[in-house]
């Protein structure tokens, strides 16, 4: 009874872990971007990065010996590869893209130009291009909550940019999605690695 209720708290734990969205959150506000990790209520900032404290070099005698090189593996051999994982990657994508949520999306863009006539040329393509992309935006993710707000200064000199974004995918998607990829990629990269060993072996007899 107790290994029965301990086995459901652990598949329970695993569920309520699985649903636990995790993204990117974007903001560019003032000419100035900040990229943070969100992984449920956490935030962690990824850009602009807290600058490190120099490391020490090492002293005398220590320095690493270069190990021998290996031979680089033959354009050929890339080209092969990257025609096997061509397809796989580009299935990922599509999956994965239909899995991304935006969460939020919110722009708003003030086109300001000191010739009035170009601010009103670049105020109209700029809600051209927001008339074409955010369309494919909304076909092809989830929005959740979205909003763009465009506006002409015909006074400014210098246009200004809000942004801030978040997308996020649940960590089961991500699981799913990476078994999935990894039961198709390590096959052929175990060839692949195979194939190399079996390559150098054959050099080095001949030599």
């Known amino acids: 009874m107790i290994v029965l209720l301990i086995l459901g708290i652990v598949i329970l734990a695993l569920v309520l872990l699985s649903l636990i969205r995790v993204g990117v959150q974007a903001e560019y506000v003032q000419n100035q971007w900040e990229v943070r990790l969100l992984a449920g209520p956490v935030r962690v900032t990824l850009f602009p990065r807290k600058k490190k404290k120099p490391k020490k070099s090492p002293k005398a005698g220590q320095a690493k010996k270069d190990k021998p090189q290996k031979p680089p593996p033959t354009a050929g051999e890339i080209f092969a590869l990257v025609k096997q994982l061509l397809p796989i990657v580009a299935d990922a994508a599509g999956r994965l893209r239909r899995k991304i ?27 051209g291009a927001v008339g074409m992309f955010w369309p494919l935006v909304e076909q092809n993710f989830n929005v959740k909550e979205w909003r763009i707000r465009t506006k002409v200064d015909f006074t400014a000199e210098h246009s200004i940019v809000n942004l801030h974004a978040a997308a996020t995918l649940t960590i089961g998607q991500i699981v799913a999605l990476g078994v999935r990829v990894a039961s198709q990629v390590l096959p052929i990269l175990s060839q692949y690695k195979n194939g190399s060993k079996s390559r150098q072996e054959t050099q080095k007899e001949a030599v």
């Open 101 to 127: 949520r935006i969460d939020a999306f919110y722009l708003d863009l003030i086109v300001a130009f000191a010739d009035p006539v170009k601010a009103a040329m670049n105020y109209g393509w700029v809600n």
